[in-house]
């Protein structure tokens, strides 16, 4: 007998995700509304498939999620919420095999496809989780997206040819300031001079090549 845990403190939520769960003979619906009944039902049936909306239930973080899910690594579990952070998301992707992830605003078919991605213990990450994912990861390669709005600036004015001094000066701020904010955007661009510092702003779309002097 197939048995499905849902965790979810929506009412509707459940309701609809009852019908959408092949609800036959050999198949077994609990309904957990907090941690510790989840617990205590997964030691009960270890290789089950759970349904949580991880927003709405009583976690205190992602970590203590994760655990729960290693603890029962026979068990197959769908992640289905609102809304999800791109923090979250990172931990849980990348650190669980068995945890499948989508939106409630996600297409009906796309639910189902979940659904039973899950019933055969296969792992469903949703279009848009996927997509949150690879901007995420994107932006982590992208050096540009590290740098500072003042990091930015003093780029903009090394591109424009001004000297340390001059740049200073222009801030009001001392020379060593401006080395050290130099020698951040040089570590963030993985460069050792001014001018690839300037190359590789133009490369990341920060500098107009052809409004500045390089």
């Not at 729960?68 to 952070?85: G, K, N, V």
């Not at 460069?191 to 390089?214: F, Q």
Request: proline share 2%; hydrophobic share 40%; aromatic share 8%.
């Amino acid at each position: 007998m197939e048995t499905y845990i849902i965790a979810d403190r929506q009412e509707l939520t459940a309701y609809a995700l009852r019908h959408l769960i092949d609800n036959s003979d050999s198949t077994r619906i609990l309904t957990a509304h907090d941690k510790a009944t989840l617990t205590q039902m997964l030691l009960e049936n270890e290789q089950c498939v759970v349904v949580l909306d991880y927003a709405l239930f009583d976690f205190p973080d992602e970590a203590k999620f994760i655990v729960l899910s290693q603890r029962f690594p026979h068990s197959s579990w769908l992640l289905i919420s609102e809304d999800l952070t791109e923090h979250f998301l990172k931990q849980v992707v990348y650190s669980t095999t068995n945890v499948s992830v989508i939106f409630k605003d996600s297409p009906l078919t796309e639910i189902s496809n979940a659904i039973n991605y899950a019933r055969a213990h296969k792992r469903f990450i949703s279009q848009r989780v996927t997509e949150i994912l690879l901007l995420q990861r994107q932006r982590e390669f992208d050096p540009s997206s590290r740098l500072t709005p003042t990091e930015i600036e003093i780029i903009h004015s090394i591109a424009q040819g001004k000297t340390t001094k001059e740049i200073a000066t222009e801030r009001y701020s001392s020379i060593h300031t401006i080395n050290s904010h130099r020698k951040n955007i040089f570590r963030k661009f993985n460069v050792n001079t001014a001018h690839e510092a300037v190359r590789a702003a133009v490369r990341s779309g920060l500098i107009d090549i052809a409004e500045y002097y390089i």
